[in-house]
């Protein structure tokens, strides 16, 4: 279970890692999540049945994610669209257009070549003895670590801080003539490509791409990068960016904890999902509340 859920908490922390840019960064209320999560999982489905290379097709996924997230932001700052509503338009279009890229609600993987096989296929050949079982961890470690650090360093170029910059405080980074809007796109094109390359990489894992799959995506991203923030706090990049990836693992495996006990049925994971949004966000308050009490109390036993 717990390898299970270190493998689940890596390959969907690449798409709380989108998700992170986009609330975090940008305080920006995307739902595009649950439209480009799909996305990622159908053109990559569609491409590698049709026989293209799976690294190729994961990377064609991405794209098609930015796409989407280009889309949004050019509602939201051209077209001068709320933030939220943007974000749901941009989402409504592409369950039509993942079903038009599929052909169908689901897309099956089996007997197909995907990036799994081919990286199995490469750690039995120079390393014969390795185990099986632990090939997609040391890939998924890999992987994310990977992001993550691409996403640090870029996070610390001048781009990446006129992003931080645009969350933190619009109208003075626009006082210093950085273009606002240029900023938001570049961030919801970045977002959605994370988010959109998960979704690649989990129908990968899962054997199959299916249209309703991103339902719920953007609460269980959340839960992911809240659980980080609550946990391990956000004073550096660094930090911020590991613990929304702890996170992602924390989340994946309490999910798992609960239903290995049978407090709850496998239908039961959306509200499961949104139980640990509600724990996560009320408990910081929660500990306020408390440290303002007891300090308090203390006060008035001294008096």
Do not use: C, H
Request: charge should be positive; glycine fraction near 10%; aromatic fraction near 12%.
């Amino acid at each position: 279970m717990l390898l299970k859920s270190a493998e689940q908490g890596l390959v969907f922390g690449v798409m709380a890692l989108g998700v992170y840019i986009t609330f975090k960064i940008l305080n920006f209320a995307d739902l595009t999540v649950d439209g480009s999560f799909p996305l990622g999982a159908a053109v990559a489905a569609s491409l590698i049945v049709s026989g293209y290379n799976p690294f190729f097709a994961t990377f064609v996924a991405f794209i098609a994610g930015a796409l989407a997230g280009a889309m949004t932001g050019l509602l939201n700052t051209k077209a001068q669209i709320s933030d939220l509503l943007s974000g749901i338009l941009t989402m409504t279009s592409l369950y039509s257009i993942n079903l038009r890229i599929m052909g169908k609600p689901n897309t099956p993987l089996l007997n197909q070549s995907t990036i799994y096989s081919l990286i199995s296929d490469f750690f039995s050949k120079i390393w014969p003895s390795f185990p099986t079982e632990y090939t997609y961890i040391m890939f998924f470690i890999v992987f994310a670590l990977l992001i993550k650090i691409l996403l640090d360093a870029f996070l610390k170029t001048q781009i990446g801080f006129a992003l931080r910059a645009t969350g933190d405080n619009p109208q003075m980074i626009r006082s210093q003539g950085v273009n606002t809007d240029l900023a938001k796109v570049i961030g919801l094109i970045l977002s959605n490509g994370f988010i959109a390359l998960s979704g690649a990489l989990v129908a990968q894992y899962q054997g199959f791409a299916d249209v309703g799959m991103g339902v719920g995506t953007i609460v269980a991203g959340l839960a992911s990068v809240i659980i980080g923030d609550s946990l391990f706090g956000s004073k550096t990049i660094f930090i911020s960016t590991l613990g929304v990836l702890l996170g992602s693992f924390l989340y994946r495996f309490s999910i798992a904890l609960v239903l290995s006990f049978r407090l709850a049925q496998a239908s039961d994971l959306k509200l499961l999902t949104a139980i640990v949004v509600i724990i996560a966000l009320t408990a910081p308050r929660f500990k306020q509340t408390f440290k303002v009490s007891a300090k308090g109390g203390k006060s008035y036993g001294n008096s």
